[in-house]
């Protein structure tokens, strides 16, 4: 399974980008799919989810701002990203959890696209 994360960039606070997730391979079925974020000098957080029945959360802080959604297909999925402040700036990773030939509830990662919100 690999995912391919794109839509990361520079932007100004207050602006917006819409970050996607493609997962291709041996995928039988997605269960959960999910962005993470680490900026710099912080721990990697958990920052939106979206399960198999469309039941999504949020971290408090981008509660109202990000939007986590996917494709009708269901294997790709995307985190729009409004009113961004400094503070959003990390790597954004996307990860999945899903179920192969051999495996089940399997986790993957994709690379990592840097979102860089300047003041």
């Known amino acids: 399974v690999q995912l391919q994360a794109s839509g990361g960039g520079l932007v100004q606070a207050g602006g917006s980008l819409r970050l996607s997730c493609a997962a291709s391979g041996s995928i039988r079925s997605i269960n959960a799919m999910g962005w993470h974020r680490q900026g710099p000098g912080k721990q990697r957080e958990l920052v939106a989810t979206i399960t198999s029945g469309g039941t999504t959360s949020y971290v408090d802080s981008v509660k109202g701002r990000f939007t986590i959604s996917r494709d009708s297909a269901g294997n790709t999925f995307y985190l729009e990203m409004n009113s961004l402040k400094p503070e959003d700036t990390a790597v954004y990773y996307c990860?999945?959890?899903?179920?192969?030939?051999?495996?089940?509830?399997?986790?993957?990662w994709g690379q990592g696209t840097l979102v860089t919100v300047s003041s």
């Open positions: 990860n999945v959890n899903a179920n192969t030939a051999i495996r089940l509830r399997q986790s993957y």
